[in-house]
């Protein structure tokens, strides 16, 4: 099948590059001709694992390219719009600017019978708004939001856990089944209680996503609305786990508990889970943050704020606990942190990514700065990013390096090269003083202790 991915950021550049792995033709369009450039040459504008091989390799075959020019999406038949969201400048709301802007250059370019398949992360309402220019263009609007992990995205395209996609009403009626069976016994209707839907789009996703389908992966046919919200209530539920453990955290620091064994005895419980009940400096990044927070102030617009005003607590506690993470170091230097050396493992908001957006770990080394610290960071792969958001930061490659003549520590990015590979005892051979603050509970915290550290974690005795 010939598709266009429209905007070729991380979304858009992993999903172009993965569709064209599967077997279509793709061709993917963005107004940023340095990025065009890079991508068409075979190169990854961002680090993540995978994609330089897929996307060279759909490059050579033919069956992927990137352009500028808008009118080379004519003639696909499915259009998906990739491009970014970011929070107003202004306010928590979302920014749909590049998300009009695609979809006013594409209509040009459609033809009937054409799907436009929205992947942006967008406020609930977004979609029915779209709708009525790309149906006059003849086409129709579907939305298949995208759960992509960072470090993990090129699988989680090939093989995703579960596809969503949305599609327009039809009629009336009451509790219709959208959707229809695939045969392989994978999940693929959903009730919508207003009407039921259009199962032609869907069918052609299907076809888009066939061996994911193919194998039995849940295929999720709703209307639009819910669509979007099973994206942003998703990344709500994530945040709020995290924030409610790095809360416990907090009580655990004034009564001597140990989180970790918290979240390892509650985690055994199958209604709650162990996974993302990791408490540390909390979560950021390009999603999670933006995401809560947009979705909040569209419930403020539709005028049921009190419904997800619990996120914004979420929010709180996730930027108390970067602060928390600063209070221990200040402790562990005896107050006195001026001119101290501090040693900064991690630039990253999450390993096996270059993503600095908002990212806790430079959170921390910024604050530390301010407060007249020497502050060295490190980081495998986001120190190009970082230098450029904060060039008052020292930056040094090599860990090694970086570790040489520290008078503490700081973990802030669980890399398996400071968690695993980074043995306490010759960590201890580099720094001047062997104290170390875990601010993502990741280190084995009597294996440092028994080497001579003094080591402080988040919400451990």
Request: with cysteine; proline share 4%.
């Amino acid at each position: 099948m010939k598709l266009s991915v429209i905007g070729c950021g991380y979304l858009g550049a992993v999903h172009a590059a993965a569709m064209a792995s599967i077997g279509h033709e793709v061709v993917g369009i963005d107004v940023d001709e340095r990025k065009i450039a890079s991508l068409s040459a075979g190169e990854a504008p961002f680090f993540e694992p995978g994609l330089p091989e897929i996307l060279s390799e759909g490059i050579a075959s033919g069956k992927l390219r990137f352009t500028t020019d808008m009118a080379e999406a004519k003639g696909a038949k499915v259009h998906f719009i990739g491009v970014g969201t970011p929070q107003q400048k202004d306010g928590y709301a979302a920014d749909l600017t590049y998300v009009n802007a695609a979809v006013d250059a594409l209509l040009p370019y459609l033809s009937p019978g054409d799907i436009v398949a929205g992947k942006s992360t967008v406020p609930v309402g977004t979609a029915a708004e779209l709708a009525p220019r790309i149906e006059a263009a003849g086409a129709t609007l579907v939305w298949n939001p995208e759960f992509l992990r960072e470090g993990w995205a090129v699988q989680d395209t090939i093989d995703p856990d579960r596809l969503v996609v949305g599609v327009p009403s039809t009629g009336s009626g009451s509790g219709d089944e959208a959707g229809s069976g695939s045969g392989d016994g994978s999940e693929s209707r959903s009730s919508t209680g207003s009407g039921s839907v259009d199962s032609n789009a869907a069918d052609v996703l299907r076809e888009v996503y066939h061996p994911a389908v193919a194998k039995g992966t849940p295929f999720i046919v709703t209307d639009l609305a819910t669509a979007e919200l099973v994206k942003v209530s998703a990344n709500a539920f994530l945040a709020t786990k995290i924030s409610f453990i790095n809360a416990m955290a907090e009580i655990a620091e004034v009564t001597g508990a140990d989180v970790t064994q918290l979240a390892d005895a509650i985690g055994h419980d199958a209604r709650i889970g162990r996974r993302f009940l990791g408490a540390g400096i909390g979560f950021g990044g390009g999603c999670l943050p933006k995401d809560i927070r947009a979705f909040a102030a569209r419930a403020e617009e539709l005028g049921r704020g009190e419904s997800v005003s619990f996120l914004r607590e979420v929010d709180a506690i996730n930027l108390r606990r970067r602060e928390r993470a600063v209070q221990l170091v200040v402790t562990a230097l005896g107050e006195d942190v001026v001119g101290k050396k501090v040693t900064v493992l991690g630039a990253a908001f999450k390993p096996h990514s270059d993503d600095i957006r908002d990212s806790p770990a430079l959170d921390v080394a910024v604050r530390l700065k301010g407060l007249g610290a020497e502050v060295t960071v490190t980081d495998p792969e986001a120190l190009e990013n970082a230098k450029r958001q904060h060039p008052q930061l020292n930056y040094i490659e090599e860990r090694d390096d970086a570790l040489r003549d520290a008078d503490v520590v700081v973990v802030v990015t669980e890399w398996d090269e400071y968690r695993r590979q980074l043995s306490p005892e010759h960590a201890g051979s580099l720094v001047a003083d062997k104290v170390i603050v875990d601010g993502r509970n990741c280190l084995d915290a009597a294996a440092w202790r028994a080497a001579g550290w003094t080591y402080y974690g988040m919400g451990r005795p």
